[in-house]
C-alpha cells in the first residue's frame, strides 16, 4: 500500500502588517496560514465528542454525514443503548462571523447564532431531544445554548449565564461539571412532565 502524500500547507499574504512589522497574526512573515472550514469544523466536532465521551464514560462520535440530511445534531453516541437515553441533539458551530450584539439586535438571523439555533430545533424536534448548540470562536471559549427550562432542570446550582428570549448562553464546559447520569435523571423527568 502506498504511503499517504502529506497535505500542502496553503499560505494567504497578512493584511494586517503586511510584513513591515511583527504582528500578532504572522509573526511578522508576512504569511497566515489558510484554515479551510470545513477542517475546523470537522476538527471542533472531534474534540467536543472527545469531551461528552470523557463526561458521558461511552464513545461519542461526530454523526455520519454530519452536515447531510439523514442525521439529527452532528455528535451521537456510538452505543446504540446510550443513543437512545441521550438527552441531547446537539449541534456544532466553529465559525468567525457571530457577536452576541446579534442576538440584542435581532441581525445575522439567516447566518448567525438565531440560524444555527433554528437548525438544532429542527433536529431537536426530529429526534425528540433536547435541544443543545454548541458554538465558538477563535480566541473564545466554547458556549452552550438551550432553552431556559432545560438550563434550569439540568444544572442544580446554576453557573453563570445570561438570558436571552427564553434561551441561555453559558459556558459549556460548566455543563461538564455536572456528573453525566444526574443531568440524564433530570432531564429524563423534565421531559416527561
Not at 427550562?149 to 445570561?162: D, G, R, S
Request: overall charge positive; some cysteine.
Amino acid at each position: 500500500m502506498a504511503p499517504k502524500k502529506a497535505k500542502k500547507i496553503q499560505y494567504k499574504k497578512c493584511n494586517g502588517c503586511k510584513g513591515n512589522k511583527i504582528c500578532g497574526d504572522c509573526k511578522g512573515t508576512g504569511q497566515i496560514r489558510v484554515v479551510h472550514s470545513r477542517n475546523k469544523g470537522s476538527s471542533f466536532e472531534r474534540s467536543v465528542a472527545q469531551e461528552i465521551s470523557k463526561w458521558t464514560g461511552s464513545v461519542v462520535t461526530r454523526t455520519p454525514m454530519s452536515g447531510g440530511y439523514n442525521k439529527f445534531g452532528d455528535i451521537t453516541p456510538k452505543d446504540p443503548a446510550l443513543m437512545i437515553s441521550f438527552p441531547y441533539c446537539i449541534e456544532l458551530k466553529n465559525r468567525e462571523a457571530w457577536d452576541f450584539s446579534e442576538l440584542l439586535k435581532g441581525t445575522n438571523i439567516k447566518t448567525g447564532i438565531l440560524s444555527w439555533w433554528q437548525q438544532v430545533l429542527g433536529d431537536a424536534g426530529k429526534s425528540k431531544k433536547h435541544p443543545l448548540l454548541i458554538f465558538t470562536k477563535n480566541l473564545e471559549p466554547n458556549y452552550g445554548l438551550t432553552f431556559s427550562k432545560i438550563f434550569e432542570a439540568t444544572f442544580e446550582v446554576l453557573p453563570v449565564h445570561f438570558k436571552i428570549y427564553d434561551l441561555r448562553i453559558f459556558l459549556f464546559e460548566e455543563l461538564l461539571k455536572v456528573p453525566y447520569n444526574q443531568v440524564e435523571m433530570r432531564l429524563s423527568k423534565s421531559h416527561s412532565n
